[in-house]
């Protein structure tokens, strides 16, 4: 559905030119809800702009739900929908006039874009907010709508750009059982950015992780968290912490094993593997455990791992 190599572009600055987009390679498959996850400036939207037409690329091609965006960016344009950052309503309107307009700007005529509207705004349970003005919702409805907008040309594919920025929690988990609605009743391609590891996490089958314009890791959420030296092991034990350490050390695919009074430490590829294996060989010895507690890596340790950095903004210890 996507198909990118060499994507690149580079602004003019007071300052000399900036690269935001160095070379960027990338593929999605139809039916993939793909997340783009970077820290703040990290190339996200100029891509994103890039993939949607708004923006010329510098260099590099591209084929987006398949047409060639540079030769045939009309095509794309009529094949895919995006949904900005910051949305482009117009506030004095109601909801359904909004969405109606939307739908004749995209061609269809006055009865097709209110059928349309109908089916929309219940899909996104905007259906009792059909006459309120668009001043007075909610942020979480604003994104709702800002989404059926996106929505209305029945795009193949559909990009989204930050979309739970600003949204409180609840807001936020009803807008990711939307988006995988999208994917999973209407079999829509969803690429969207974002810069929070949990939407990443909970929302996405597959991450594009992205710093400084560079594609620097990519996977499922769950393939990228094992990539990173395995999951991390600590039990506490009533006695005989040393012998413990020696047992797990001596178990197949443990590592940095290290022994700190009670506490012995180690790294395991999968705790939910090994954990039984290193339970029996404890019991084996007569050794007692008081706690024992398994930690998965976090995508932030993903993003660490390969940049040296939190995605947050702090220096890795
Ligand atoms: N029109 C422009 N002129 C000059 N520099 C720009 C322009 N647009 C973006 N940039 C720079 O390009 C880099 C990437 O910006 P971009 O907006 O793509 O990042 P982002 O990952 O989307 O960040 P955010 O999460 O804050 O939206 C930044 O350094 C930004 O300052």
Redesign the pocket.
Known sequence: MIRVRGLTRR???KHGS?E??RGVDLDVAAGELVGFL???????????RMLTTLLRPTSGQARVAGRDLLTDPDGVRRRIGYVA?SGTLAFDYPVREELEMQGRFYGLDRAKARSRCSELLAELDLGELRDRQVATLSGGQRRRLDIAMGLVHSPELLFL??PTTGLDPTSRAALWDRIRGLRDERGMTVFL?T?YLDEADALCDRLLV?DN?VIVASGSPDELKRSVSGDAVTMTVHSGASAAGQVADGIDGTSDVAVDGDVVRLRVRRGDEALPVLLNALRDKDIELASVTVKRPTLDDVFQSVTGRSLHGEVAA
């Not at 970077?38 to 994103?48: D, E, I």
Request: glycine share 20%; no cysteine; proline share 4%.
């Open positions: 602004f003019a600055g900036v935001a987009v970077g820290p703040n400036g990290a190339g996200k939207t100029t891509t994103l950052q750009d930050e950015s810069h992205i314009g």
